[in-house]
C-alpha cells in the first residue's frame, strides 16, 4: 500500500487552543474591554475582577493582569 500523497496538509489548521492570549496589565480590577477595535472588536463591556487579580474577557479571550505595582480602586 502507498499512501497517496495528495492530502491536504497546505494550510495550517486552526485551532481552538488559546495558550497565547493577549495579556493586558491594567491598574484597575475594573477593566473596559471592546476587543481592540475593528474586525475583532466586541460590543464594549467591562469585567470585574472582583477580589481576583485577572479577568479573561469572555468576548476575546483577553486576559487582564492587575498590575502588582498599581494601587487597586475602591480602596479608599
Ligand atoms: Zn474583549
Known sequence: MIAPKN???SSPT???EET???VVMVNS???KC???GGALGHPVTWLD???DTHVICK???RVFKLDPNAVPGGHH
Do not use: I, S
Request: hydrophobic fraction near 20%.
Open 49 to 51: 475582577m472582583g477580589e
Open 7 to 9: 492530502t491536504k496538509v
Open 34 to 36: 471592546d476587543g481592540g
Open 20 to 22: 497565547e492570549n493577549d
Open 14 to 16: 486552526p485551532r481552538l
Open 59 to 61: 468576548y476575546c479571550d
Open 29 to 31: 480590577t475594573y477593566v
